[in-house]
T-cell receptor, first 113, second 114 residues
């Protein structure tokens, strides 16, 4: 069990650029969640995958955001045409079953200049 | 919808002081309740949990009791240490839906001074 891995740890980009983050969940965890955390706030739910199926998307996830989990293993979160308001920590979490605890990665910190 | 409200910080205490961080929730059904901790530069870690009314979660000297009558899950520790300095998040998880997502409070920064 190597934990949930997120890459990169930090990303600085200019407004208008596209960025992509990657999350590698704990192996055999079929449930994967993306959250966003801004300074001074708690994590906010963005989207959820069960295996490769994206089963729920938050209203926070505008059409500039897209997430995939093509083979039910790693997941990517892409933000197109980044805005300064996208600056945040993006967290990934995974879990093995419906009622099991979630394991969080260390997050990707995005700064949009 | 479901939500969590926790006391605002920062909370500044001297070492060995008693800690209480208040947390109340609004939810339909019977959610599970959690406290997560985030140390500087690290990811969220589960600190403790309680799955039903009157359950007490405990870990590393921290305790919280699931109080359904007051919809609360206050975090307590009898004697804090400098190493407890971190941000603490109260969260709930309602198992009624297919997603079972965690819903977090805004977090409380705890600073313990030697």
């Amino acid at each position: 069990d190597t934990g949930v891995s997120q890459d990169p740890r930090h990303k600085i980009t200019k407004r208008g650029q596209n960025v992509t983050f990657r999350c590698d969940p704990i192996s055999e965890h079929n449930r994967l969640y993306w959250y966003r955390q801004t300074l001074g706030q708690g994590p906010e739910f963005l989207t959820y995958f069960q295996n490769e199926a994206q089963l729920e998307k938050s209203r926070l996830l505008s059409d500039r955001f897209s997430a995939e989990r093509p083979k039910g293993s790693f997941s990517t979160l892409e933000i197109q045409r980044t805005e300064q308001g996208d600056s945040a920590m993006y967290l990934c979490a995974s879990g093995p079953g419906l009622n099991s605890p979630l394991h969080f990665g260390n997050g990707t910190r995005l700064t949009v200049t | 919808g479901d939500s969590v409200t926790q006391m605002e910080g920062p909370v500044t205490l001297s070492e060995e002081a008693f800690l209480t961080i208040n947390c109340t929730y609004t939810a339909t059904g019977y959610p599970s309740l959690f406290w997560y901790v985030q140390y500087p530069g690290e990811g969220l870690q589960l600190l403790l949990k309680a799955t039903k009314a009157d359950d007490k979660g405990s870990n590393k000297g921290f305790e919280a009791t699931y109080r359904k009558e007051t919809t609360s899950f206050h975090l307590e520790k009898g004697s804090v240490q400098v190493s407890d300095s971190a941000v603490y998040f109260c969260a709930l998880r309602n198992y009624g839906g297919a997603t079972n997502k965690l819903i977090f409070g805004t977090g409380t920064l705890l600073a313990v001074q030697p």
